[in-house]
């Protein structure tokens, strides 16, 4: 069963606008963490934000905040202000701390940014 | 301050030769994880290592693959007798470990051509 899912494989954006990318999961593990990673053309792997699962607060970090719903099993991310350089694949990931510690990926979503 | 070092970034391997793939973790860091990504597809995990363990490595082909983190120097990651299907991109990633929640660094990546 996929521990990670993200629903969007594609998706335009016109500059400027938020954008919000998709992502549920599945753990019965109490403790967690959610990640989202940007993987430009270039191919490297930058990390962008982090979630706990007993983090009261959604967490933000600049123009990305993540929209945790934790009974819903959601970690969305949201861009506000999207930029050209924002164009990348955006990867969802989860690590389960009962578990083994190693960390899920999602199938990740190609954002396109349109000038 | 390095990250994450992966080398080499670009491998060229005819059919049936040996590949190998290192990864120096962040400094402090006692945890590695080795993922594989295919074109156009997510990372999928191989094997999660400690100094001298191999903690999971149930993503790892039974065949041909094999890693490795000694005591001292990096962490290799070693495929004997490549095949036009191992060309692809590995990750290397590193973490403290400990049950500690937090992201785990990535390297630039190792892209794999076997021709």
């Known amino acids: 069963a996929q521990k990670i899912t993200q629903t969007q494989p594609g998706m335009f954006v016109q500059e400027k606008e938020a954008v919000t990318l998709d992502c549920t999961y599945d753990?019965?593990?109490?403790?967690?963490?959610l990640f989202w990673y940007k993987q430009p053309s270039s191919g490297e792997m930058i990390f962008l934000i982090y979630?706990?699962?007993?983090?009261?607060q959604n967490a933000t970090e600049g123009r990305y905040s993540l929209n945790f719903q934790k009974a819903r099993k959601s970690a969305n991310l949201v861009i506000s202000a999207s930029q050209l350089g924002d164009s990348a694949m955006y990867f969802c990931?989860?690590?389960?701390?009962?578990?083994?510690?190693?960390?899920?990926f999602g199938k990740g979503t190609r954002l396109h940014i349109l000038p | 301050n390095a990250g994450v070092m992966q080398n080499p970034r670009h491998l060229v391997r005819r059919r049936g030769q040996e590949a190998r793939l290192r990864c120096s973790p962040m400094k402090g860091h006692s945890h590695v994880y080795w993922y594989r990504q295919l074109p156009e597809e997510g990372l999928k995990f191989m094997v999660y290592l400690q100094k001298e363990n191999i903690i999971d490595e149930s993503g790892m082909p039974k065949e041909r693959f094999s890693a490795e983190f000694p005591k001292e120097g990096p962490s290799i990651l070693r495929i004997q007798q490549v095949v036009r299907g191992d060309s692809a991109a590995y990750f290397c990633?590193?973490?403290?470990?400990?049950?500690?929640?937090?992201?785990?660094?990535f390297g630039q990546g190792t892209r794999l051509t076997v021709v």
């Open positions: 979630q706990g699962s007993y983090d009261q």
């Open positions: 753990t019965s593990d109490p403790s967690y963490g």
């Open positions: 990633a590193s973490s403290p470990g400990g049950g500690r929640l937090i992201e785990a660094f």
């Open positions: 990931a989860m690590r389960e701390m009962n578990r083994d510690d190693k960390i899920i």
